[in-house]
């Protein structure tokens, strides 16, 4: 089995994003090193059972990050620049400003599920009100 | 224009006696691109894709596949040597075996592709030496299938190419569209699998009473479909969310939810303004984004 989840085609967000943070995700923990070679196009989509272009969107948009070093005809390789430890290191650090709000919330007596819910939806919102800029 | 689209339409209809099929169909499908056209049955998918086979004539309207006008003999028999179709009917020789019709077919084609057709007869499971007439549906739609995706073709035309198939045959089926679109291969095809058609498509058609209701890319759908249930202290008017993005609203006593084609936002800043006790946005799957949009259109023909 490879290294990437099916995407969720009814997660509400593109596919080609799911498998965005799929690898971005892969990067920052040190799944994926600097110079690893990611599947084919074509082998990808094959295993995923997704469009091919969905491959390619996330691709193009990872090696537009930078993340990625598309060789035109060798395939795609993972490029872990100073940018994307440094972005390990703030995820690492929000994530402990994460877990402080949340005992926080637990304290005032709010549930996990309530607490999520409520996180799901300004994550809604801001995403709608900075996309629509 | 046209080597950007594989199909194109503009006002194609199709009439029997008073009855219209297919009314004024304006329909542009992307080269490279797995395009998926849902309707109820009924809606005129079948009849739509027959007047671009040249097997039916439309009443009126005009539209190109390949950059082919359909309705012009010479370059629709070049069509149909283009594109690879699989229809409700699947017209194979019934007194041949599975391994006859196989290399009957392949002699016309001379991309014909051996390793996909090795590759899909064992995926398939098709049995070589059995007569046609003695396969079951589902056995007769994979080898339908297998010829067409065999042929190497610049476009697959699938009218419900699910249709008879079991769980595992409709997963070879998806793999199957995506190994050809990987191969270059535009596909156009028809179904009523959402939950399938979901996981593949690039972009969906949703045709319903004739008319094209939906034409947009699936990332796009994903992104703007939302589902916003709201909960306040007393009951709110529905009037304070008619906005030009929502489609439907749905009231319970206190209770409110409110389906938006975009912006979300708009809503969420209402109903925070309006003191909501309650927001929760959730996206909205394909299969009832497909239901709100064939709900809608009665209402809409009343008024």
């Known amino acids: 089995m490879g290294m990437f989840l099916k995407p969720a085609p009814d997660a509400g967000q593109p596919l080609y994003l799911q498998l965005m943070q799929q690898i971005r995700h892969a990067a920052e923990t040190g799944a994926l090193l600097d110079g690893d070679q990611l599947p084919s196009i074509r082998a990808l989509a094959d295993e995923l059972v997704v469009s091919p272009n969905t491959i390619v969107k996330a691709y193009s948009e990872l090696a537009h990050e930078g993340l990625l070093d598309l060789r035109h005809g060798a395939g795609a390789f993972v490029c872990v620049k100073r940018r994307t430890r440094s972005l390990a290191d703030r995820v690492q650090a929000s994530r402990r400003h994460i877990r402080v709000l ?3 919330l637990r304290e005032e ?3 996990d599920e309530e607490i999520r819910r409520a996180f799901d939806a300004e994550m809604a919102c801001t995403a709608e009100t900075v996309r629509r800029r | 224009m046209t080597n950007e689209f594989a ?3 503009h006002a194609l209809s199709k009439s029997y006696g008073k009855n219209s099929a297919v009314r004024e169909l304006d329909l542009s499908v992307k080269l490279n691109r797995i395009t998926a056209f849902l309707g109820r049955n009924g809606a005129g998918k079948s009849t739509t894709i027959k007047m671009l086979l ?3 004539r439309p009443t009126c309207g005009s539209g190109a596949v390949l950059g082919g006008e359909i309705t012009d003999t010479a370059a629709s028999r070049n069509i149909r040597r283009r594109v690879a179709y699989v229809g409700e009917d699947k017209p194979l020789y019934a007194y041949m075996t599975v391994g006859q019709i196989v290399r009957f077919a392949k002699s016309f084609y001379p991309d014909w592709r051996s390793d996909t057709e090795k590759k899909l007869l064992y995926e398939y499971e098709l049995p070589v030496e059995r007569k046609v007439k003695t396969l079951s549906k589902g ?3 994979k080898l339908a299938l297998l010829l067409a995706f065999a042929r190497r073709p610049d476009l697959l035309i699938l009218d419900e190419p699910s249709e008879g198939l079991d ?4 997963e070879h089926l998806l793999r199957s569209l995506v190994t050809q679109a990987s191969d270059g291969v535009s596909i ?5 699998q959402i939950a399938e058609v979901e996981r593949v498509a690039d972009h969906v058609c949703i045709l319903e009473k004739g008319r094209l209701l939906v034409d947009q890319s699936l990332d796009e759908l994903r992104r703007s479909y939302r589902r916003i249930d709201l909960v306040f202290d007393s009951s709110i008017p529905e009037n304070e969310f008619r906005f030009s993005n929502v489609q439907r609203i749905e009231t319970r006593g206190r209770h409110m939810s409110v389906f938006v084609q975009s912006n979300a936002d708009t809503v969420v800043e209402r109903a925070r303004r309006l003191n ?3 927001v929760d946005v959730s996206p909205v799957a394909l299969r009832d984004i497909f239901l709100e949009t064939v709900r809608e259109e009665p209402e809409r023909a009343l008024v």
């Open chain 2, 167 to 170: 769980p595992v045959g409709i």
């Open chain 2, 7 to 9: 199909i194109i339409t």
């Open chain 2, 54 to 56: 040249g097997m039916i």
């Open chain 2, 188 to 192: 156009f095809f028809s179904s009523h």
């Open chain 1, 109 to 111: 007596g709010l549930f």
């Open chain 2, 276 to 278: 909501a006790l309650s």
């Open chain 1, 102 to 104: 949340i005992e926080q």
């Open chain 2, 139 to 141: 056995m007769r739609t």
